[in-house]
């Protein structure tokens, strides 16, 4: 029976420690911390700028993590291309393994494991692109050969989407550098499936089948995520070895940077969650830092193992908060019809109930449609259609809005956002929306692209939401496009927009507020409230200056379906705020924490409601009953 080589030899004696290996945290989002441009190519730093990488390295050391992975995730001939560096990829790769070594060896640290990283080529490869397999093969062999050469101890293979890719980089690995350990990472879309639709259970199967000695997943969207993942995983491949590296939670746009919002202390938690899920590797990816792997060092030193569960519960991935808003009676127009029954509902003072549907990846609807049916029995105004949530490829929300007119007769709200349309597409759109039927729009800026399914794909916009909304109220409606040509005839539009009634700047909302009402908005949507209070206060605080705002909101309602999706929203999704008595609320309801959310959800209503025109419900996980129940309670007490 042959020895296994001296790094897989290293490596087994760390597993037969029995508790998890602790990987680092984020390089890129580290080095962006420190000044770095996202445009920059923060390989090339392993030449020019070592002082920053190995701070980063150092860092992660003195957290306590045992394996380090150097900074090459796009060290390889295509990425480095777009900067010109395509001559320089064993130069780059071999800087990055020497870095990594240098801040362990000035730690004293000889239990440390330098893993060369690799990520995705950064083009398509047949039969989704132009790349060949044996070119995409010989492109990793490249890289790796200059990793091993440079004396990685294993290979990390991560952040992968496409299993034609990773199986070619796999085989690289194998022919290049056999002696070497090679881990085998992919990432998940929100609907925990790869962006080509597969499963964790397949992505397991396939990367154990093709030889991968540790198997995994990293980035997508959080630490919830992937051990909804991590379970599956498991399940399929039991004998498999495990690794987990998520994002530090949902990413969010501030200004020209991406952050991140979960916290170290839910970074401890999760550490002891994966370790008792199986993972034999645990660590963080984009917007992790020092603290969180420091975090992770002290739950995992103190993690005792206990017998597995014989029980797993997967829970499935919650829906986008979409940002919503709030209420008042729109002045009725006697010259010119009210352009929709949801515009007439609030002009006759009634409160109104919209609820948010997501489109569905594929194009079969009728799942969707029998929510729709259920939502309108119940007594639901107005169907709100989302438009690629969290960047995520979805079906055009047009057809979704038109089909749930024809086929069910209810209303809908087209969710329209602007970025990635130029002014060309913009104006197109809204005529095709105006042609099937739609009159609802909700203009919002859209999530960049940077945080979903295809990072790469174009981000710009010609409009702000402001102007959009302008363009809609002074333009369109009045018959003319954005030159000035004449339409043929005006169209009628009732437009809303985004309001965050509980801002972490009031300052700046306050602003945003007023150019939405001078750009001509009719009605506003807000992100889900938990705190009514707080929320009457920042009403209060703009009445003070300006009076009511005179136009309706709908106030955003997420109704809580267990406390993990409570904990979930409060340290993975910037801007919400769940209190402790909530918390303590859906633990003690236990199995019937459901119906507990739906709870605490109508009476966040009926707080809200003196001041309200109506409900925005966005309901958890497509449970379209949650939103039939509090659409039914506030009803019953009326």
């Known amino acids: 029976m042959s020895q296994p080589s001296p790094q897989r030899a290293r490596l087994l004696a760390l597993l037969k420690q029995g508790k998890p290996i602790l990987l680092d945290g984020a390089m890129g989002t580290e080095l962006h911390a420190r000044g770095v441009p996202f445009d920059e190519c923060f390989d090339a730093l392993n030449l020019h700028q070592p002082d920053l990488v190995l701070d980063v390295h150092r860092q992660y050391v003195q957290a306590g993590a045992q394996v380090l992975l150097t900074n090459t995730f796009g060290a390889n001939r295509y990425r480095l291309a777009a900067h010109g560096l395509e001559d320089q990829v064993q130069a780059i790769n071999e800087a990055g393994v020497r870095l990594a070594q240098q801040a362990a060896r000035e730690a004293g640290r000889d239990d440390v494991l330098i893993a060369g990283d690799i990520g995705p080529l950064g083009v398509r490869v047949a039969p989704l692109g132009p790349v060949q397999p044996e070119e995409a093969r010989a492109a990793f062999a490249e890289q790796i050969q200059a990793l091993a050469d440079a004396g990685a101890d294993l290979l990390v293979i991560e952040t992968m989407t496409d299993l034609n890719e990773m199986r070619e980089a796999l085989a690289a690995a194998r022919e290049v550098a056999p002696h070497l350990p090679v881990v085998a990472s992919m990432t998940f879309t929100r609907d925990d499936r790869t962006l080509l639709g597969e499963t964790p259970a397949q992505v397991a199967r396939a990367l154990h089948e093709w030889g991968a000695d540790v198997i995994g997943a990293n980035c997508s969207g959080g630490p919830a995520q992937l051990l909804r993942v991590l379970q599956q995983m498991r399940q399929a491949v039991p004998e498999a070895i495990f690794w987990i590296k998520p994002n530090a939670g949902w990413p969010e746009q501030v200004g020209d940077r991406i952050v991140y919002p979960a916290g170290p202390d839910y970074f401890a938690e999760y550490a002891e969650a994966y370790a008792r899920a199986g993972a034999s590797f645990v660590g963080g990816c984009c917007g992790t830092n020092p603290r969180h792997i420091h975090a992770m060092r002290v739950a995992l030193d103190r993690f005792e193992p206990h017998p597995p569960r014989t029980e797993v519960r997967v829970v499935a991935a919650p829906p986008s908060p979409r940002t919503a808003s709030r209420p008042q009676r729109p002045p009725a127009d006697e010259a010119r019809p009210l ?70 007769g209810i209303e809908t709200t087209l969710h329209f956002p602007t970025r990635g349309r130029n002014l060309l597409r913009v104006q197109g759109d809204l005529l095709a929306a105006h042609a099937l039927g739609i009159r609802n729009i909700f203009v919002v800026m859209g999530d960049p692209t940077a945080i979903g399914d295809y990072p790469e794909a174009m981000d710009h916009y010609d409009l702000t939401p402001t102007g959009l909304i302008r363009l809609i109220k002074r333009k369109f409606n009045e018959g003319s496009d954005h030159a000035g040509n004449p339409l043929g005839e005006a169209t009628q539009f009732f437009v809303g927009a985004a309001l965050n009634l509980t801002p972490q700047d009031p300052e700046r909302e306050i602003k945003l507020i007023r150019r939405k009402l001078r750009a001509g908005a009719d009605f506003f949507l807000t992100q889900p409230v938990y705190d009514p209070k707080r929320a009457r206060a920042f009403l209060d605080m703009y009445e003070a200056r300006y009076g009511p705002i005179p136009v309706p909101i709908l106030v955003g309602i997420l109704p809580l379906a267990t406390v993990r999706h409570a904990r979930f929203l409060h340290n993975e999704v910037p801007g919400i705020t769940i209190s402790e008595t909530m918390m303590r609320r859906l633990e003690q309801a236990g199995e019937r924490s459901r119906e507990e959310g739906v709870r605490i959800a109508v009476e966040i209503a009926r707080a809200i409601r003196p001041w309200a025109s109506g409900l925005y419900i966005m309901p958890p996980f497509r449970r379209y009953d949650m939103a039939v129940a509090l659409i039914e309670a506030m009803r019953d007490a009326a």
């Open 339 to 408: 352009p929709s029954r949801l515009a007439a509902a609030l002009a006759r003072g009634e409160f109104v109930f919209a609820v948010e549907m997501s489109p569905p990846r594929g194009v079969d609807l009728s799942r969707l449609l029998d929510g729709a049916r259920q939502l309108a029995q119940a007594g639901a105004h107005v169907i709100d259609v989302t438009d690629s949530p969290m960047a995520r490829m979805r079906m055009s929300p047009w057809a979704v809005c038109h089909r749930i007119q024809a086929e069910v």
